[in-house]
């Protein structure tokens, strides 16, 4: 099969894309983005039923929710923050991993982070992330949560000084 010139030039350019110096250096690559938006009534009464905080949410997480005026509303975020971090695996929720496992964590300025625990932790050492990014937001009746997965490639280009 003959390949034309403009045939080559795209691969030539998907080439570069898949094989960026960032990548060839041992930078980030996107392995994943999740994003959920939950209603935040609906948090508001499972937070009430017997063992469902203790069931989702980490015992940090608990705490820190407790202690807001609207607690429904950072229970409901941190649960978008769940759901959107299954999403980015492209596994969703599954072999053993816990809702608990996954936490959202504020630092001194407020910035959340998600740190992974246990079993959790164990399963995902496998698909090579490097750095997970997350933001939250909520409204009067809906939180919304954005996970970004960045690691290692998980198919590096050969032959391209690596």
């Known amino acids: 099969m003959v390949k034309t010139n403009k045939i080559k030039q795209i691969e030539k350019m998907s080439s570069n894309l898949n094989s960026s110096p960032l990548g060839r250096s041992g930078g980030a690559f996107l392995l994943g983005i999740g994003t959920d938006i939950v209603e935040i009534a609906r948090i508001a009464k499972s937070i009430e039923k017997k063992g469902f905080k203790e069931k989702v949410f980490s015992k940090i997480e608990i705490d820190y929710c407790e202690t807001k005026k609207n607690k429904a509303e950072s229970f409901a975020a941190r649960f978008a923050a769940k759901e959107a971090f299954f999403k980015a695996l492209g596994t969703g929720w599954r072999d053993g991993m816990a809702f608990n496992e996954v936490e959202t964590r504020n630092d001194a300025l407020g910035k959340p982070s998600l740190h992974i625990l246990g079993k959790t932790a ?41």
Do not use: F, Q, Y
Request: aromatic fraction near 0%; glycine fraction near 8%; charged fraction near 20%.
């Open 122 to 162: 164990k399963i995902i050492s496998k698909k090579n992330i490097k750095t997970i990014h997350l933001s939250l937001s909520h409204a009067k009746e809906t939180a919304i949560a954005m996970v970004v997965l960045e690691g290692a490639h998980p198919n590096p280009p050969k032959g391209r000084g690596n």
